[in-house]
T-cell receptor
Framework: QKEVEQNSGPLSVPEGAIASLNCTYS??????FFWYRQYSGKSPELIMFIYSNGDKEDGRFTAQLNKASQYVSLLIRDSQPSDSATYLCAVNLNQAGTALIFGKGTTLSVSS | DAGVIQSPRHEVTEMGQEVTLRCKPISGHNSLFWYRQTMMRGLELLIYFNNNVPIDDSGMPEDRFSAKMPNASFSTLKIQPSEPRDSAVYFC?????????FGPGTRLLVL
């Protein structure tokens, strides 16, 4: 059974610091990787996705993918209290890439 | 666009009752997903549709759960009979390509 693993946290960082969120996945054939953010009581929303090994940057967010190690991470630079949320890692479930399997999420707390 | 619409937003029912959750996907999206989220199990994929056709229902926990998508703009998830362990937040999501857009969810409590 395909699995996505995340440390549940909470991960606590001070405002302005770099937050590093990590995720491992079991299926070596996975091709698409996603990071979603979920505020308490709200629905998940996409932050970014990555398909290729290496880094992908979008503003304060950087996704890093290492397929050999089956590892994907999300770095948040200059963390803000508004970044406090649960971050869900997701991996494509099938070759078509439409269905996703989610990790249980890491809760991030940014203190001011 | 109004985004993915779900109803009801909250549902409280008694064990044994039938529960029907409704979803309207974003116009033009061809894939629709039903998820269940609990603290213990996280966000679980129950079933998904491509072009109104059910593709994978292996996540549906029991025969008590059923889902339909009669047209491109409407889907239902039904639980009959409901049990207290079905209490969770149920999300519907839709997509055109890989990016899934989630609805606000239905918070279900079965007493």
């Amino acid at each position: 059974q395909k699995e996505v693993e995340q440390n549940s946290g909470p991960l606590s960082v001070p405002e302005g610091a770099i937050a590093s969120l990590n995720c491992t996945y079991s299926d070596r054939g996975s091709q698409s990787f996603f990071w979603y953010r979920q505020y308490s009581g709200k629905s998940p929303e996409l932050i970014m996705f990555i398909y290729s090994n290496g880094d992908k940057e979008d503003g304060r967010f950087t996704a890093q993918l290492n397929k050999a190690s089956q590892y994907v991470s999300l770095l948040i630079r200059d963390s803000q209290p508004s970044d406090s949320a649960t971050y869900l890692c997701a991996v494509n479930l099938n070759q078509a890439g439409t269905a996703l399997i989610f990790g249980k999420g890491t809760t991030l707390s940014v203190s001011s | 666009d109004a985004g993915v619409i779900q109803s009801p937003r909250h549902e409280v029912t008694e064990m044994g009752q039938e529960v029907t959750l409704r979803c309207k996907p974003i116009s033009g999206h061809n894939s629709l997903f039903w998820y269940r989220q609990t603290m213990m199990r996280g966000l679980e994929l129950l079933i998904y549709f491509n072009n109104n056709v059910p593709i994978d229902d292996s996540g549906m926990p029991e025969d008590r759960f059923s889902a339909k998508m009669p047209n491109a703009s409407f889907s239902t998830l039904k639980i009959q009979p409901s049990e207290p362990r079905d209490s969770a937040v149920y999300f519907c999501a839709s997509s055109l390509r890989e990016t899934q857009y989630f609805g606000p969810g239905t918070r279900l409590l079965v007493l």
